[in-house]
């Protein structure tokens, strides 16, 4: 096997100009365009509106490159694109080899009959995503989030690049992943699949593959593993038969991942190759880690149970929400991923929840899981939306989509569950999916005419559009039978669930307190104070949040001097959430004194984002015997933006990853309080029990001392434990309660 990368200096335009300039693949058109300073930065002050015209273009990439003699000696030349964004079709020489249609998959093309010695051309013209999306949109509506341009649903590229409540319109175009050039002979690996074989204190791996074959020829499969130091465990080999060949070895001294907080994370090297002749013609190396995992749902007396369960041990999953890490994804190096990943785990997070508006990880995010020993919920890449999931070429993509990236990161250990959407069970019962928009735009017009009423027609059937019934039936065949059956082939040892959240009935209870996963807004979208938290006990709280400002230094890098004001346009435009920052003042007011200065209410936002969500994971971890988790809504940001993120686009902690670091401590200490009654808690997460002490005192904000005392405790292992009721009603008779404090 030979590759050869196409990656490098390229040159673009826009179609139908002339001029050439340099571009970079990996990367996208905007920021191409950066870098030449033909566009303003699109995160500076309102800048954003200035580039919009960027998306609305079609452009065009090319290259020249020359082969390997090595490459061309080789029997099949392929050219494979682990990323393409989005509408685009490939030209080699002159030859159109292929189209695009989805971002979130690879693609492959034989060339072997195009390419020649020297001076090869590729070009790769791109369709605007925003043109090809309104024109669908206006051909069959559908429904999606209020913050988007429209037709986002149409195709299949990342959802969040068309506009959410966190995030710019800038829907972007472009090779954002790695394209080059392989060249083969007599047989490749086509498929490789891992299972562990637990038993007892004894591990074996089983490694199972496909061989695409182009001669007769007797192929070997040869399986060995390496240790977490680098050192060989074994190996065996197997005769490939039917094009297709099974192989297992056990692992000497086998060491348990865990993860993070409950152990180390070893990772062993699997290595699988193809052999000829009794040489290697293909491999695949694989980073796995040795460990059982489970989603435990068992009936009892709430209901029923969402816990993982991982080497026997139940977890409580303590973390986040990920979104991607920039508006153009493409530049999020190495260092940006370590950083955020790192942060996390050294808040004692254990998993991330890769929400489905985005992109599914690259390699490297899952390297770092692995590592980190962060467990991953990975949505697929549908979110808030009505989809075409009654059409055969929509879900034809879908599924090349589904089978590239299970494949890819089916053999993780820290890959806990795939979950099928974002919030669309629910959209279907509750947000009024149920009606066309044909039907919501004449009911809106009838109700905002109701004088004219006589005169307005009840909607006939074409406007009724009779398709719509088959989009909710489309949706149930899709995550209820055809996704769980692509992902029980694809990876039968891992979980999926169909939605978050569901109860896993479709369309009923999607946001229930008895079973499943549940999403918490009424907080923030509802405007209830945080104590509303504690009426919330789901299963698994697998999403919740409040917002923040970002940190006064970041606000400082968006913004002029005249534009730091909340209401200010500038400001304004860097709050994608309805009315959010006047959802902030009024939290802000029930709860602080009004700030006096501009950096006194960025600084006052971020310490009350903090206390809302350690309120509600406190409360959570208290009930962590009917509660399995709880996952704020979000770890980070695609831009410089007030939101819910706890770590903002530059990568600086805001109040909230300072607070996390202790309300997802392992040994939480926390307080129920209501008035003067307040009940001590201890919550242990870690497998054996811990001993030590509590001390308490009620005292006065001067520091004086009125009661006080010293408890020993023996907390259980992962639980939690009442340590002591006590009630001051009695001893702040006659004292104000603005003077005092508890502390412990």
């Known amino acids: 096997m030979q590759v050869q990368s196409l990656a490098g200096a390229w040159e673009f335009r826009e179609s139908g100009t002339e001029a050439w300039h340099p571009a970079k693949v990996p990367g996208c058109v905007h920021t191409d365009l950066l870098a030449l300073e033909r566009i303003p930065d699109p995160f500076y002050r309102d800048n954003e509106a200035d ?102 649903p149409h195709l299949r590229k990342a959802p969040y690049q068309f506009g959410w409540d966190w995030g710019p319109k800038l829907p972007t175009c472009g090779i954002w992943k790695d394209l080059r050039l392989e060249g083969r002979s007599v047989a490749r690996l086509s498929d490789v699949r891992l299972e562990q074989i637990h038993e007892g204190d004894s591990v074996s791996v089983r490694a199972s593959a496909s061989v695409d074959a182009w001669v007769r020829a007797d192929l070997t499969l040869e399986l060995s593993i390496e240790n977490p130091e680098g050192m060989a465990c074994g190996s065996a080999t197997t005769s490939i038969e039917h094009r297709s060949g099974s192989i297992a070895l056990g692992v000497a001294d086998p060491r348990l991942w865990w993860p993070n907080g409950f152990g180390d994370q070893p990772l062993y090297r699997v290595r699988l190759r193809l052999l000829y002749e009794g040489c290697p013609i293909d491999e695949t190396v694989l980073q796995v880690g040795l460990r059982t995992l489970e989603l435990r749902r068992e009936p009892d007396e709430w209901g029923e149970s969402f816990q993982f369960i991982v080497n026997g041990v139940p977890i409580f999953a303590k973390g986040s929400n990920w979104i991607p890490p920039d508006a153009f994804v493409d530049r999020v190096d190495e260092a940006k991923l370590g950083k955020l990943i790192s942060d996390a785990a050294a808040t004692h997070q254990n998993m991330l929840r890769i929400w489905g508006g985005g992109t599914y990880g690259s390699d490297r995010l899952y390297d770092l899981c692995d590592r ?46 795939l979950c099928g959407n974002n919030e669309m069970d629910q959209g279907w019962e509750s947000w009024g999916w149920a009606k066309s928009p044909a039907e919501d735009a004449l009911n809106a017009l009838a109700e905002r005419f109701a004088s004219l009423r006589p005169w307005i027609q009840e909607p006939d059937a074409s406007t009724r559009l009779p398709d719509w019934p088959s989009l909710q039936d489309g949706y149930t065949r899709f995550f209820y039978e055809t996704l769980p059956d692509w992902t029980s082939e694809l990876a039968p040892d891992i979980e999926y669930w169909p939605s978050s959240p569901t109860s896993r009935t479709p369309f009923e209870n999607a946001n229930g307190q008895e079973m499943g996963d549940a999403h918490y807004w009424e907080v923030w979208h509802g405007r209830k104070p945080f104590s509303a938290f504690r009426d919330c006990l789901p299963r698994f709280m697998s999403e919740f949040g409040f917002q923040a400002f970002p940190t006064l230094e970041t606000v400082d890098a968006y913004t002029e001097a005249e534009d730091r004001n909340l209401v200010s346009r500038v400001m304004e435009l860097h709050q994608r959430g309805n009315h959010g920052n006047g959802l902030i003042i009024a939290q802000m007011t029930d709860t602080f004194r009004m700030p006096e200065s501009f950096p006194g209410w960025i600084y006052l936002s971020l310490i009350l984002q903090a206390e809302g969500i350690r309120y509600g994971v406190e409360h959570w971890r208290r009930n962590r015997q009917r509660v399995g988790g709880a996952l704020y809504w979000q770890l980070d940001d695609c831009w410089p933006v007030a939101s819910w993120s706890s770590i903002d686009y530059y990568g600086r902690w805001k109040a909230l990853h300072y607070a996390a670091r202790r309300f997802y401590a392992p040994v939480l200490l926390s307080v129920l309080d209501d008035g003067c009654a307040m009940e001590l808690h201890i919550t242990n997460d870690r497998a054996e029990a811990w001993a030590g002490a509590v001390r308490w005192g009620l005292e006065t904000l001067q520091g004086d001392a009125i009661e006080s005392d010293e408890i020993s405790v023996m907390a259980a292992p992962v639980s939690d434990t009442s ?22």
């Open 723 to 744: 340590i002591v009721a006590l009630d001051f009603t009695d001893a702040m008779a006659d004292k104000d309660p603005g003077d005092h404090i508890l502390v412990c």
């Open 372 to 417: 980190y020993g962060i467990l991953v919920w990975q949505d697929f890449m549908f979110s808030c939306s009505v989809y075409p999931l009654d059409d055969a070429a929509f879900v034809s993509t879908v599924r090349a989509e589904v089978e590239d990236n299970v494949r890819r990161i089916r053999h993780r250990p820290s890959l806990a569950l």
């Open 51 to 152: 580039v919009r015209w960027v998306a609305d273009r079609d452009w065009v990439y090319r290259t020249t490159f020359t082969p390997s003699d090595a490459l061309l000696n080789e029997a099949r030349q392929f050219l494979v694109a682990d990323g393409i964004d989005t509408l685009s079709r490939l030209i080699l020489n002159g030859t159109a080899i292929g189209d695009t249609d989805n971002q979130h998959r690879a693609w492959e093309w034989d060339i072997t009959d195009l390419l020649r010695e020297d001076g090869n051309i590729l070009e790769v013209q791109f369709t605007s995503p925003t043109q090809a999306a309104t024109a669908k949109q206006a051909a069959r509506p559908m429904t999606t989030v209020a913050a988007q341009l429209p037709g986002a």
